[in-house]
């Protein structure tokens, strides 16, 4: 993995872990912006390394298909509520361990790739950005998904005494 592929790497992840530990509003754009860029940016990484042959193809595929398990995963985990009025998405402890899990399974994944196919486990880290992207896609479209089953931002609660649960798990 080359430097420049680290910084983004590095600087994706941190954004958006800095963002949804602190909480961030759900809203459709700004919660898929940090995902998206990060999967083009993967795809650009991947098509420059120039994958060939099936050891390396299926390396990627593997990270990319972890990518995505683990942010299914963690999208179950968000706290969904409310702050300013407007629903509000955030991170819990869940969250921040399934990110913990996920970077060593990749580490795994890559170290038992390099044990296979040395070369094409090299290539295959190439990936790893597009995995990343993926993973934090699926769990955005799962919050977007649990919020817009979950009750709207400041209805009443079932006692009618004012507004909803300030923060709830909403599973």
Known sequence: MSA???VLLVSGVGYV????????ALET?????AP????????????????????TV????ASCLLGVAVGLARGLTVRLGTR???????????SLLLWLLGA?????????????????????????LLAVGLGVLAESLVV??????????GAEDQGGHGPAHRESRDR
């Open 58 to 61: 299926a390396l990627i595929a």
């Open 104 to 128: 060593a399974l990749q580490v795994a994944l890559s170290s038992a790739g390099r044990a296979m196919a040395a070369a094409s486990a090299r290539a295959a880290d190439q990936g790893v």
């Open 144 to 153: 977007l998904s649990r919020a817009t089953r979950a009750r709207p931002a």
């Open 4 to 6: 420049l592929n680290i």
């Open 36 to 55: 998206v860029v990060l999967g083009v940016l993967g795809l650009f990484t991947v098509r420059d390394a120039r994958p060939a042959g099936g050891a």
């Open 29 to 33: 754009g700004p919660v898929l912006a």
């Open 84 to 94: 300013d009025g407007a629903r509000s998405m955030r991170y819990g402890a869940g």
């Open 17 to 24: 872990l800095a963002r949804r530990i602190i909480g961030e």
